[in-house]
């Protein structure tokens, strides 16, 4: 058999296999019990993630599912619910046992507390790779997701992170935070410019090359535009960029122009402008073009987030004396305040479920983040950051389980967080130069390849 004889094989093969195990996911599997990822006082689920098998076992192969195992435990760990078991407790190893359902003895991880079970297989030819990976429920001794990837050894962290999203679908009942991104501000040479990153904090890109001051950024729904502040134009102007193309306009009405968010779903953007004298909150089009004015009160209005169905908005406003935090119907000009604790209250951001809203206060000269329940018959708000320096810039991940947010906690030098939505398993997401703030996460903007 040649080459490409293989290859041809090889890919029809991956559809073979991917219909045998789909088709034995629905002839085993069950219901599973989600994982109430927003549970503030979740326990972490055990999960043991063994070595993967190496069907050919040359140098090449080994490495790639060395990498592939790498990946995906630092994937599954990044959740915030799940426990990565440290394989010195493994009583068997499946690369050499078997990988399959048929082939496991669960007794050997139900006795260990493993709750679930991942197992791979890897192999390898001429830089292409096939994958295969399954995730088992251990004491029902049930399949609950088992996938085939090939693409080249380029691809594995792409390939490892879809399995990764299957496994949160089975878990949670979403997909997770495995195909988003996260845009964010970070100095260059004395300047400010906007970078993205993938989930994890990996790949950093710069995206604007302005050599001046950009901040906010913002996604589209889609994934495919983003809108910024700069000050490239020697005011605060709004950008809306088409990532693709890199064709886009900008809003510049007299004054500034601050604050965008995209409307869920749609390409029209909240924003604060101050033409008209105040700073007021305004709809745009995806061109700058003003629909409509949405807040009309005195005092400074500013950082409008839509709430997950596109019909309210928060916002911070200094109406009441100092800045609160206020929710507004676009249909309405009636805004309810949401924040009472503290005299200063800003940058609110809404969860996905559109439940809750975080946002920085200021207490004792003290910033931290803080949650507070949208129904104001529901308890008091909840400290997320507590003496660990300043903490702001708080944003949800797209499926609600994790916040990105600054902080200055180690050595004053600003840079991104990650916490879960209950405050736990605070970390730093990723380490550069200069000073990072003002993340915002998209939704899921597909797998690309690396």
């Known amino acids: 058999m040649n080459q490409g004889e293989y290859f041809h094989v090889l890919y029809k093969s991956v559809w073979i296999w991917a219909i045998i195990i789909l088709i034995s996911v629905q002839a085993h599997a069950k219901d599973y019990d989600y994982i109430s990822i927003s549970n503030p006082f979740l326990n972490k689920t055990p999960v043991a993630v063994t070595s993967f098998k190496n069907f050919n076992g040359h140098e090449a192969e080994v490495a790639a599912g060395a990498r592939a195992e790498q990946i995906l435990k630092a994937g599954l760990d990044f959740t915030g619910y799940l426990k990565i078991m440290s394989p010195t407790a493994f009583l068997a190893d499946p690369a050499k046992s078997g990988i399959q359902l048929g082939q496991i003895n669960f007794k050997n991880w139900t006795s260990i507390g493993a709750e679930l079970l991942v197992t791979g297989g890897v192999e390898e030819l001429e830089g292409q790779v096939k994958l295969q990976l399954r995730l088992m429920d251990t004491f029902n001794t049930k399949l609950l997701v088992g996938k085939v990837y090939s693409g080249s050894v380029t691809q594995i962290r792409a390939m490892v992170h879809r399995f990764c999203a299957e496994v949160a679908k089975a878990l949670t009942g979403n997909f997770g935070v495995f195909g988003s991104k996260i845009a964010f501000v970070s ?34 729904h889609d994934g495919r535009w983003i809108a910024y502040v700069s000050y490239a134009k020697g005011k605060p102007d709004i950008f809306i960029k088409n990532l693709k193309d890199n064709l886009g306009t900008i809003v510049n009405y007299k004054g500034i122009n601050i604050s965008p968010d995209w409307m869920p779903g749609k390409l029209n953007l909240a924003a604060t402008l101050s033409f008209s004298g105040g700073q007021q909150i305004y709809l745009l089009t995806r061109k700058g073009e003003i629909i409509k004015r949405v807040t009309k ?73 803080f949650v507070v329940s949208v129904d104001p018959h529901i308890g008091n708000p909840m400290q997320l950051t507590v003496e660990q320096g300043d903490n702001e810039d708080p944003c949800w991940s797209p499926d609600g389980s994790l916040i990105v947010f600054k902080s200055n906690r180690n050595g004053g030098r600003a840079h991104l967080f ?33």
């Open 187 to 220: 100095t260059v040479n004395g300047n400010k410019e906007i970078y993205s990153c993938d989930f994890d904090g990996f790949n950093p890109r710069q995206i604007t090359h302005h050599k001046s001051i950009s901040l906010s950024p913002a996604w589209s």
């Open 297 to 369: 009160s005195w005092g400074s209005n500013v950082s409008p987030k839509f709430s997950p169905d596109g019909k309210k908005i928060a916002f911070t406003s200094s109406r009441s004396g100092n800045p609160q935090i206020y929710i507004q119907g676009l249909d309405s000009e009636d805004a309810r305040r949401v924040t009472f604790s503290g005299k200063y209250n800003t940058s609110p951001a809404w969860s996905p479920d559109g439940k809750k809203i975080a946002y920085v206060g200021i207490e004792k000269n003290k910033i931290n983040i």
């Open 418 to 450: 990650v916490m879960t939505a209950a405050g736990t398993d605070q970390r730093q997401l990723l380490s550069m130069a200069g000073i990072q703030s003002e993340p915002d996460w998209s939704g899921d903007t597909g797998f690309l390849a690396d």
